[in-house]
């Protein structure tokens, strides 16, 4: 019974130390995280204060691709995939040789058994 509450002791302690290592990683991280935003934050409040240039507005316009020519683009992109897929061919799987090393796996074990049955005299 003795080893029993001293095995649950040392799960105990165990547990409590991974999980306060973990604690104190997650704060630790957190606190970067932090400071990380309070630094940010301090240098773009001081990059604005210093001067204020003229803002003005730029618009930048995406050139629009016609319809037409979209589906065009797009049927050419899907008939090569088409095509590329057609001449695809699944890969054959091969069959195994034997399942001579499984069975004489199992085999070997089994006569371990037997084995260990027969020293313990329960045949």
Do not use: C, H
């Not at 054959?92 to 040789?97: E, I, T």
């Amino acid at each position: 019974m003795a080893e029993f509450m001293e095995g649950l002791n040392i799960t105990a302690l165990g547990v409590t130390v991974v999980f306060a290592v973990l604690t104190i990683l997650a704060l630790v991280l957190y606190f970067v995280g932090w400071l990380e935003r309070r630094l940010i934050e301090r240098e773009e409040t001081a990059a604005p204060v210093s001067a204020a240039p003229e803002v003005r507005e730029i618009k930048e316009e995406k050139p629009a691709i016609p319809p037409k020519d979209l589906a065009v683009i797009t049927a050419a992109i899907l008939a090569y995939t088409a095509e590329k897929a057609s001449q695809l061919r699944p890969l054959p799987f091969k069959r195994k040789v034997s399942d001579a090393w499984r069975l004489y796996g199992v085999q070997s074990s089994m006569e371990e058994v037997e084995d260990f049955n027969y020293e313990l005299g329960k045949w």
